[in-house]
């Protein structure tokens, strides 16, 4: 890679700080795993005029939880819960769900063919578009240099398709570049994490569990490092509050004032980021 483009990435990666990160002031997402038991029922309620379908869980949670997902709406209550009450709960959260539903929908028309990473294909890093330019035969295996703006492929002439081994090679900078910007926000807030891994989420950008275990969706290395800071610190705030209350969003808007407008353009950006690599691979989160 040439000097000043090796620069430029190590700036971007390592030392470029979020528009918001002047101020220094002194915590949605994770794997679901979806299927039917014995215990669920099908049942339909009228959002706004359109009739949802939804399966209906009981269990012995004290609350009603939704989940959207690309197989609908599931609904889980207590076991005491009335239909009316549920119902209830449904329509005080319709705004929600009817916008989650929107989105799923709008992910799965939106899987065409699969991009064809052939010579001139452009792949999505950090907010930039790498051209791919593949040179066959050079080596006996597939390794990758960023130059000029351009992604070298040196892939050996086997015949062979390099779709596995440039996902793999995604995922290990993912692995550098995103620890880093969270070992970087999580300095600024001032707020320790337990661990750090790598999600394969099909829906979901990052999560956050009680012991401060954050997983950052590897597909980021597709975005902009300010999307990645906002996911970071997202999680984060997800350390001091395991909700999505105002005091979580006072907590973010404290680090990225303009959440709003990152969380837009993250899901704008999901269809096609979710589907670049698709084989429809099963979740690891």
């Known amino acids: 890679m040439q000097k000043d483009l090796f620069d430029r990435f190590l700036t971007r990666i390592f030392g470029e700080k979020s528009p918001e990160s002047k101020k220094n002031p002194s915590h949605p997402f994770g794997k679901t795993r979806d299927g039917q038991n014995n215990g669920d029922l099908a049942k339909t309620i009228s959002l706004n005029g359109r009739t949802i379908a939804y399966t209906l869980r009981r269990s012995s949670r004290r609350s009603i939880g939704f989940l959207v997902n690309e197989t609908g709406l599931r609904v889980t209550a207590p076991k005491r ?17 009817l916008s989650k539903l929107d ?40 390794f990758f240099n960023i130059e000029n703006g351009k992604l070298l492929i040196y892939h050996p002439d086997s015949g062979k398709p390099f779709d596995s ?40 950008w990052g999560s956050c569990t009680a012991r401060r275990h954050i997983r950052l969706n590897w597909r980021l290395v597709h975005c902009d490092i300010s999307l990645i800071d906002y996911v970071a610190i997202h999680e984060l705030a997800h350390c001091l509050e395991m909700n999505h209350s105002q005091r979580f969003w006072n907590i973010v808007a404290t680090y990225y004032p303009d959440y709003k407008h990152a969380r837009k353009q993250l899901h ?17 989160d």
């Not at 009335?82 to 769900?97: F, H, V």
């Open 81 to 97: 819960s009335s239909l009316y009450s549920i119902e209830n709960a449904i329509m005080d959260k319709q705004k929600w769900i």
């Open 103 to 142: 989105f799923y929908h709008f992910n799965h028309s939106s899987e065409t063919v699969p991009i064809e990473w052939t010579n001139g294909a452009l792949l999505p890093f950090l907010g930039d578009k790498l051209s791919l330019q593949i040179i066959n035969g050079t080596t006996g295996k597939t």
């Open 165 to 204: 081994p440039l996902k793999n090679w995604l995922v290990q900078q993912a692995g550098a570049i995103l620890a880093k910007r969270l070992e970087l926000q999580a300095e600024r807030m001032n707020i320790p994490f337990g661990a750090f891994s790598l999600s394969n989420a099909r829906t979901r």
């Open 268 to 284: 704008l950006q999901s269809p096609t980021l979710f589907s670049l690599f698709d084989k429809r691979e099963n979740q690891a």
